[in-house]
């Protein structure tokens, strides 16, 4: 039926679905394109994983057996293959530099106190160096020091100390094994989200041969682990996504030619039941704020976009008031499978400084209630380390907030997007011949560790954010939309604090959403399937260039990414920008 939107007899004809749809026609001349109800629902609800055509199978001249289980193993056997190469990458000569460079100062000597004291404690300023030489054979101070992020994160750097010892690859080694996971798990989210493997092994390569991610991955700060904990509540909830439409979709009744249709009653009455990978969510969100604090935003926008999630899964499935649906039957469960989760995972997390002594040689601030607190009016109510622990946790937040001391690598938020000013954790000047310097490099060499991300990755990223955006608002896609809420939740929070000494390698947090938003952009590029022969070529073959030209780029800055000492004008043409200088 084709109607006008002022015609008032029109309308009375209309579903009511039909007459909320008044906004989203007057959009189709920007792309908007609204979806009809056809064939069976469940393939709308839980859509089928996409396969290679046969063409390309007979073209390789691969047997229809064969390739059968090519494309079975294609699920887990593309991930791994290109997990393994970013591992190698990753664990490649890990040591390397032998040295305590940037914050590795603060987070591997905490990590090494956290795990034999439980609490971080006051080190030598000169103790670096003796470390390095005696091979982390160095006594453990144990006069209390006043950190200013969560336990968790430390705890996981403290392990690969306890397994490969107290120097660079041991606390080094936890941070470079999340990193080749995160690619793993990113593979495999590409995966789910666009129901193709080849998407989602892209989304995983690109961020293998991210600058950003490499360097992070071989330095034992804190927002790499940050990131892989982020990463995997995503992942959970994407499970969870899937799990939830399939019981919905099994609800549904079918009809006589075996198709489901929109049912009312079951789409707004069906109880999802246990929700495992809900409260998986819950615990890897608790392990992120127990890492660092901006876990809180994300774990808000994540809630926030789960229960949409919910509300579009009955609406598929039928149901004419579907917030309401989701009100009796989802929102109570979506809040208690995760939020009370990471707030016991996070307080677990601080074990170690809750049991520590509360007679002053505990952990910093733990006597506090006992001491300066003793007059509280709440110290009936609650038990001392609890209002030791709000203490400390309120002089943190005061902290935080307050910082703005200046520092030679602070970025502001606006410029981390294009990769305006990265962070050097590592630079030295050796003199031909020395350290690996080249004996014929003329003047001198430069080694640095520079924390930048793959320049055109990054750039193309922009142009993806963009086109994810526009999915989103114009074609209402729901993976554009999940995209976006992953970089919008590691990214938008910082601009509240501009004001802040920040630093661009916190945009590691939100790097994986952004090599999902290219994987889909190159996606668009190749064309659908429906799409000609010539045009499919075309888009491949720009794709593939594309793609190629950011392998590339990552190999010319390795030299900056792993302090390989090069001569100084060869390094000199790595400086694309003078704001990385």
Partial sequence: MTSTASSTDTRQEQSPLEQRQTWQHRLRRFGHRTSAVRGDVRDRL??????PSGRLWKTLGVPPVLAGRLVRWSGWGGPLLVTLVAGVLRFWNLGHPKAVIFDETYYAK???????????????????????????????????AYVVHPPVGKYVIGLGELLFGFDPFGWRFMTALLGTLSVLMLCRIGRRLFRSTFLGCLAGALMAVDGLHFVMSRTALLDGVLMFFVLAAFGCLLIDRD??????????????DGRARPDVDAAENTRIGFRPWRLAAGLMLGL?????????????????????????????????????????????????STVPVAVFTYFASWAGWILSAADGSGGYYRDWATRDGRGSDWSWLFPDWWRSLWHYENQVYEFHVGLSSPHTYESNPWSWIVAGRPVSYFYESPAPGVDGCPVDAGEKCAQEVLAIGTPLLWWVGCLALLYVLWRWAFRRDWRAGAIACGIAAGYAPWFLYQERTIFYFYAIVFLPFLCLAVAMLLGAIVGPPRS?????????????????????????????YTGT????????SRMWLDTWV
């Fill in 110 to 144: 905490d990590a090494w106190a956290l795990v034999h004291r439980g609490f971080e404690v006051n080190w030598d300023k000169e103790v670096n160096r003796l470390i390095l030489d005696s091979g982390g054979n160095v006594p453990i101070p144990t006069d209390a």
């Fill in 565 to 572: 000492p090069i001569p100084i004008e060869d390094w000199r």
């Fill in 532 to 560: 000609t022969d010539t045009r499919r070529v075309a888009g491949a073959t720009a794709a593939g260039v594309l793609t190629l030209l950011i392998i590339w780029n990552f190999i010319y800055f390795w030299p900056i």
């Fill in 243 to 256: 799990k939830a439409r399939e019981k919905l979709a099994a609800a549904l009744p079918v009809d006589a």
């Fill in 46 to 51: 839980v859509p089928p994983y996409t396969e």
């Fill in 288 to 336: 992120a704020i127990g890492t660092k604090w901006n876990g809180l935003y994300i774990m808000a926008a994540f809630c926030v976009m789960s229960v949409l999630w919910d509300v579009g899964a009955r609406r598929v499935a039928g149901a004419v008031r579907p917030r309401l649906a989701v009100l009796k039957r989802d929102l109570g469960w979506a809040f208690l």
